[in-house]
T-cell receptor, first 115, second 113 residues
Framework: DTGVSQDPRHKITKRGQNVTFRCDPISEHNRLYWYRQTLGQGPEFLTYFQNEAQLEKSRLLSDRFSAERPKGSFSTLEIQRTEQGDSAMYLC?????????????FGSGTQLSVL | LAKTTQPISMDSYEGQEVNITCSHNNIATNDYITWYQQFPSQGPRFIIQGYKTKVTNEVASLFIPADRKSSTLSLPRVSLSDTAVYYCLVGGTPGAGSYQLTFGKGTKLSVIP
């Protein structure tokens, strides 16, 4: 399968702990996005990479959140000192540049539960 | 950023055609219209994208009137497996990042046997 892969699928942690999620995009895609989704809401943009450069971050993104994409391949999203409000589905998507408007390919997400 | 408005929910019987309309009154000249489908516990999946008039693929059709202030996603002969949330997104200048795309709450389609 050459789709977007996310790991782990589920994560349960205690408040105050740090968590890290991984996203492996489609290999030829140079753009990578992180979104967060809570129950009943649409996905909310968090951050965006083109190759290894992080070009955009949501103003809503707390400084407890950090994302990396070393070498422009896989990406990690780390949440430090987790809070119960961080409980959500974290989605990764990738796409590629082109002459027409792009379309996003999403992974199945990581469901985070903070107790 | 163009804001979109779509119904919160819709019900349909199996085998019927379903039309979901999205309003985007302040769409910009370069904006495309894209629809995604999302099943529970999965990420959204691209369905169809268009700029004007009509676009059709193996899954759906997208109708866009001349003023582009709305669009209609048409799903022919829905089945139970089409029960999902459908998102209408507007934006994304060609070649630019899709971070400009905002997902609203979407339309929850329930297909009834």
């Amino acid at each position: 399968d050459t789709g977007v892969s996310q790991d782990p699928r589920h994560k349960i942690t205690k408040r105050g702990q740090n968590v890290t999620f991984r996203c492996d995009p489609i290999s030829e895609h140079n753009r990578l996005y992180w979104y967060r989704q809570t129950l009943g809401q649409g996905p909310e943009f968090l951050t965006y990479f083109q190759n290894e450069a992080q070009l955009e971050k949501s103003r809503l993104l707390s400084d407890r959140f950090s994302a990396e994409r070393p070498k422009g391949s896989f990406s990690t999203l780390e949440i430090q000192r987790t809070e119960q409000g961080d409980s959500a589905m974290y989605l990764c998507a990738s796409s590629t540049t082109g002459p027409t408007n792009e379309k996003l390919f999403f992974g199945s997400g990581t469901q985070l539960s903070v107790l | 950023l163009a804001k979109t408005t779509q119904p919160i929910s819709m019900d349909s019987y199996e085998g019927q055609e379903v039309n979901i309309t999205c309003s985007h009154n302040n769409i910009a000249t370069n904006d495309y219209i894209t629809w995604y489908q999302q099943f529970p516990s999965q990420g959204p999946r691209f369905i169809i994208q268009g700029y004007k008039t009509k676009v059709t693929n193996e899954v759906a059709s997208l109708f866009i009137p001349a003023d582009r202030k709305s669009s209609t996603l048409s799903l022919p002969r829905v089945s139970l497996s089409d029960t999902a949330v459908y998102y209408c997104l507007v934006g994304g200048t060609p070649g630019a990042g899709s971070y400009q795309l905002t997902f609203g709450k979407g339309t929850k389609l329930s297909v009834i046997p």
